[in-house]
């Protein structure tokens, strides 16, 4: 059964994300590849960040780069844990600085199974309200819960021109 998602006309909310300091993973990956890096990936971001000993600052965040909609096109995605600062290496992961930058967010609560249809209201409405988007999405995972999906609290950025 498909639901219609909507989402209220000023719901999309212009700010500037700071930049930050993660222990990330990166890969190239399409749509249909995407579910493979759930709950693994992040689970050893946490468990390496616990034995180098790092302060995590933040949530998993998943950044795309080049994403376009298509299921087939592949892009970079990289996971990323926030942390203060780098210490030891990693012989898993890599430190990066991502750059500050200016987007529209969306907190949605519920699954992530709705992803895609909810990506289809947030573009009609950014471009609705004029904005361009540069190529770059990242999802903030400030609520996972795998017990029951629909109270998973996501934040979408998707980066503007």
Known sequence: MT?????????????????????????????LTLSQH??????????????LNLDVTGPIQWVYTGVNGDETNEFQLEIALPINQPDRPSAQFTYQ????F??????YTGPWSDLGELYTVLFAQLYRDGYQSDGRIR???SKVDFENMANCVTEIQIAII
């Open 38 to 51: 759930v709950g693994g990936v992040a689970e050893n971001l946490h468990y390496e960040a616990a034995r």
């Open 139 to 141: 999802e903030v995972y």
């Open 3 to 31: 639901t219609q998602l909507s989402i209220l006309e000023n719901a999309l909310q212009v700010t500037e994300i700071p930049a930050f300091t993660a222990l990330t993973f990166t890969t190239c990956a399409t749509l």
């Open 97 to 100: 600085v991502f750059p500050s």
């Open 102 to 107: 200016r987007c529209v967010s969306y907190n």
